[in-house]
């Protein structure tokens, strides 16, 4: 009997030993590339990419722009509440994202983006300005959706620890990790990141090559869009807050230069008054010396002699 037993624990332990064979190569199908022997989406960078209430056309137009550029991103609904910003953290949290694109707008007409790492940090927040979309400049450069993007970025990011973060951050939310299920495995565009009065110009290249153009031809970058300009304000240690680990002393927020444009406007009316005072002031001190000897001042007196006559003539 107990020999009985054995074997039939025996068959079953093989039985066991078979079944699970299958499963453990599965899993190494999964995490391994066998054809390149390279690891496969081992980078898990997932980007939550919303909006707050109000934005206008154009931001939005950029906002999908964002999403076409960014294949590993994660949306959701726009943010209601302002005044609540570590909402999109806990938003983060669910979605299982670990950076975060929030982009704000105020007044209508002001953009600021949200850069980060979540739930952690650091974070940048940047004013941008001078957006052109894609469908809005037309323009000739096309490129695959989801299609790996090469980064080129200024040497004048390695001169300074904060512009190294910045350099950082962009790169972990633009950079399409290797391997990801909705990105394609070419590379036929870069984007282009330009340091420019401590300003950053982001553009968007397609990559031709001179096979595509002919022999004659060398490889060719043609823009595709979108165009922006980042204005960095200030660098965060939390994600989306905390405390301050940089702050541009040279950024001016646009209601202050709005307030002074209107300002100037406004004085217009005091302006041409002091002008007209100063010429008045200007004539008074230069006034024209009068020629006796000039036919106005020779001739004046004998005309109203000839007049005094002819009344007296008359009488």
Known sequence: MSKHLQKMGKRKHDDLAEESEPIEMEEEMVTTNTKEG?????????????????????????????????????????????????????????????????????????LYMYLGKTPQGPSVKFHVVNIHTMDELKLTGNCMIGSRPLLNFDAGFDRSAHLQLIKSILSDTFGTPLGHPKSKPFLDRVMSFYLIKNNIWVRNYQIVDKSEHGKEKETQLIEIGPRFVLIPIRIFLGSLGGPTLYQNAAFVSPNEERAVSKKSKGNRYVDRVQQQSSRKEFLSENTKLVDELSSKSVFRDDDNDDEDDEDDDEE
Request: one cysteine or more; proline letters at 1%; aromatic letters at 8%.
């Open 38 to 110: 390279f690891s496969a989406y081992t980078n898990k960078q997932r980007v939550l990419i919303i909006a707050s209430r109000g934005i206008t056309a154009r931001y939005r137009y950029l906002l999908e722009d964002f999403k076409k550029l960014i294949p590993h991103h994660k949306k959701d609904n726009k943010l209601d509440d302002k005044s609540d910003i570590q909402a999109v953290n806990e938003i983060a949290e669910m979605k299982s994202c670990n950076q975060v694109m929030y982009l704000e707008t105020r007044k209508h007409q002001d």
